[in-house]
């Protein structure tokens, strides 16, 4: 019998919002409410959406730049409120969970660098009955946001992977820089919160346009 061909990548670490989730839209209205709600500008669909990933302080300064520092916890507690009141109905995109068994079952190992914070990554793996399928997470409240490398440094370390056998996907392109920060391959799914054409502008690995794309290029090419 011939012998399988090595791995190229063993760890595969994915963003949540937007890459496994479909929650992009629910982000972009609850942005929008919460600067409607304190009386600020409401940024249009593509602004709102560009912050998906990012930390506080990097999204208050693109959405709210003229906000006294004093009401920023107005803004964020408004869109809490508003993000929480749909939380729970964010669904999986479809074909996500089969896509996670598949990598798992094939011996893959699976992580998440996400910019949630803890309690929420831990909430939405709860409500997914996802929590089994990876390894290690990081989150957003844990060390420095995205696109600063932390988060797959952090990752890399815990299941000891190299850079050279790790894979990052997401959808923006801060999770595309955030790989190429931390010395990772990346492959960029367009059917997130990010434009295809700025993914493309970074030159991840790949850019696939849909789960089941996604799947077999990490089938076939992982």
Not at 2 to 30: C, H, K, M, N, Y
Not at 118 to 136: M, T, W, Y
Not at 137 to 147: A, Y
């Amino acid at each position: 019998m011939p012998e399988l061909a090595p791995r190229r990548f063993r760890f595969v670490v994915f963003d949540w919002d937007g890459t496994l989730v479909d929650s992009t839209g629910l982000i972009v209205a609850a942005i929008q409410a919460a600067c409607r709600d304190i009386g600020e500008p409401v940024p249009d669909a593509e602004t709102a959406s560009y912050v998906i990933g990012l930390g506080l302080a990097d999204t208050l300064r693109h959405i709210v730049p003229g906000l006294d520092p004093s009401r920023h916890h107005e803004l964020v507690i408004s869109y809490r409120d508003h993000y929480l009141a749909g939380d729970a109905r964010i669904p999986l995109f479809p074909g996500a969970r089969e896509m996670l068994d598949e990598l798992g079952g094939a011996g893959f190992m699976l992580g998440v660098a996400t910019g949630k914070s803890r309690l929420g990554l831990e909430r939405a793996l709860g409500q997914h009955r996802l929590a089994h399928r990876f390894v290690a997470t990081r989150c957003g409240d844990e060390g420095f946001p995205k696109p600063h490398p932390d988060m797959l440094l952090h990752l890399m370390r815990r299941v000891g992977a190299d850079p050279g056998e790790t894979v990052m996907v997401g959808d923006t392109t801060h999770d595309v820089e955030l790989a190429q920060n931390a010395g990772v391959a990346a492959i960029a799914v367009s059917y997130g919160a990010h434009p295809p054409a700025g993914l493309a502008e970074r030159q991840p690995l790949a850019l696939v346009h849909s789960i089941d794309e996604l799947r077999r290029w990490l089938v076939d090419n992982g």
